[in-house]
């Protein structure tokens, strides 16, 4: 069972599901979904639509560098069916998913390392500037440094020209 890759946005392609698309110069087109077929026919770029693997990866969202991606790779070279060797095989695919998986977490707690300092950053600074929600109006005159300074002003009024009596 061969298991193919959307064209668009690299996922994977069950035998049997998905849309194959043929060009003049005999370049095959494979899409898991219509929707990745439309966008092709769009002629969108995939490292430019957000929810593609193109994007993410381009963006530093998904790792790109990785060893165990090598074993992902497609191999054309027939191999004389060993038993001994295809338990080994199953074995080791075993390791190096939970190989992948856990340097995926890391790279993942990378990217998110410094939004939770901003995330309380920003909070303090939203809390900061709506102080008066949180707090009662009784606390805030109790405590005067929970306000802010209040400035004087002179406001100057126009006089009134002679008092005319209102005609009707």
């Not at 077929?37 to 969202?61: C, D, I």
């Not at 070279?77 to 075993?94: C, G, Q, V």
């Not at 102080?131 to 440094?145: D, G, T």
Request: glycine share 2%.
């Amino acid at each position: 069972m061969r298991l193919e890759k959307c064209w668009f946005c690299s996922s994977t392609v069950y035998p049997g599901h998905g849309i194959q698309f043929v060009r003049n110069d005999a370049k095959i087109f494979r899409f898991c979904r219509s929707k990745c077929h439309k966008n092709f026919k769009m002629k969108r770029n995939p490292r430019k639509v957000k929810w593609t693997k193109a994007y993410r990866r381009l963006h530093g969202k998904d790792m790109t560098q990785d060893s165990t991606f090598e074993f992902e790779r497609k191999r054309n070279r027939p191999e004389r069916y060993d038993r001994n060797l295809a338990e080994n095989t199953l074995k080791a695919i075993k390791k190096i998913d939970k190989v992948r998986v856990d340097r995926e977490a890391r790279h993942h707690a990378l990217r998110m390392k410094g939004k939770k300092a901003k995330e309380q950053r920003e909070a303090a600074k939203e809390l900061e500037q709506g102080i008066h929600m949180v707090k009662a109006p009784a606390v805030l005159e109790r405590e005067p440094s929970l306000t802010l300074p209040k400035i004087k002003v002179k406001v100057s009024r126009p006089q009134a020209e002679e008092n005319h009596p209102m005609e009707e």
